[in-house]
């Protein structure tokens, strides 16, 4: 990586550090770094070691709602310990429910006053690549069962559709905690703040294939549009993905194409009868697609030839 030299003062020279090594490890204003000279090369280098990040809060009277989002910062942001102090054993409840969520974090210590997180370190220690891919499977998973128990008329396979979703919700929570709190392989500070939001949007994709199947369980017909509509999702899902890992003008212009026929398909669903049901399940069809097709337009800077 190249860094540009910066004059401060008459004869002090400055360049500055990467963000992802001071993130590593911990650097902080005022710390001290060794710096050796070997011809035209400067080494620098630090005894730090990243320290577990703790935090301790109050959440007494808090609405059990705040309780998943509130977990999920803390974790997003690494922290390690984690105590919380409440006056309610409804909020200790709802704790315990929402922790086997975030991988790597245990109840280690609870009562009817407090409860402390931690992390364990060695359940936390998976691959980003392979975390982020599973997330991708297990939504492609996702999206066959809904398409497959909708043909079918099978209600019960889509209520259990919401099992998948708290697995993509742990893989993506993962990698999110490891952007923030590791130094990844990217080439700047632009395309980690990118890889993060994308990686937001595949877990609210999540959300949003939970929501279709909720509303595909209350419908009382199989409506063909419906299952047309559906089939495309699958195919542009599968589209993203493709383009994700393999950025190519090919793929880039199939996913453009389908994204295409899910537009209209969605427009002229609309001049026929349909309920309440097979209306908001379409919004939802159409809501997943603009949330992946992100995955495309985010990253069409990166098109290669093969």
């Known amino acids: ?5 910066v004059k401060h003062g008459p004869s002090t020279y400055i360049i500055s550090l990467p963000t992802n090594w001071v993130k590593k490890y911990g650097i902080n204003k005022g710390d001290e770094l060794e710096v ?8 620098i280098s630090t005894d730090s070691i990243k320290t577990d990040l703790e935090i301790s809060k109050d959440i007494s009277n808090l609405s059990l709602e705040l309780m998943h989002p509130l977990l999920v910062i803390f974790y997003l942001k690494g922290y390690d310990k984690i105590f919380l102090k409440h006056n309610d054993l409804k909020l200790l409840e709802k704790i315990q429910k929402q922790v086997p969520q ?31 891919r599973k997330a991708f499977l297990t939504l492609k998973s996702m999206l066959e069962m809904i398409y497959e128990a909708y043909s079918k008329g099978d209600k019960n396979a889509l209520k259990n559709i919401h099992l998948k979703d ?33 990686i ?24 063909k549009d419906i299952l047309n509509l559906l089939r495309l999702l699958l195919d542009h899902y599968e589209a993203c993905y493709s383009y994700f890992y393999e950025a190519t003008k090919d793929k880039a212009n199939k996913e453009l194409g389908i994204y295409g026929e899910i537009k209209n398909a969605f427009d002229s669903i609309f001049t026929k009868d349909l309920r309440k049901e097979e209306i908001l399940a379409a919004y939802f069809v159409k809501d997943c697609v603009y949330k992946i097709a992100n995955f495309t337009r985010m990253r069409i800077d990166l098109l290669k030839e093969k």
């Not at 937001?200 to 409506?223: C, F, I, P, Q, V």
């Open 36 to 43: 050796n000279e070997n011809s035209k090369t400067l080494l």
């Open 102 to 132: 975030l991988i790597g974090y245990e109840i280690v210590e609870q009562d009817d006053k407090s409860c402390l997180i931690q992390s364990i370190s060695q359940k936390i220690d998976l691959e980003f690549d392979n975390s982020l």
């Open 166 to 198: 708290l697995e993509v919700n742990r893989l993506c929570f993962l990698c999110l905690r490891k952007i923030n709190r590791e130094t990844l392989d990217l080439k700047n500070n632009e395309d980690e703040n990118i890889l993060y939001f994308l």
């Open 1 to 5: 990586m190249k860094r540009r030299v």
């Open 200 to 223: 937001t949007m595949l877990e609210r994709y999540g959300d949003g294939l939970k929501d279709l199947a909720s509303y595909l369980t209350k419908t009382k017909r199989k409506n």
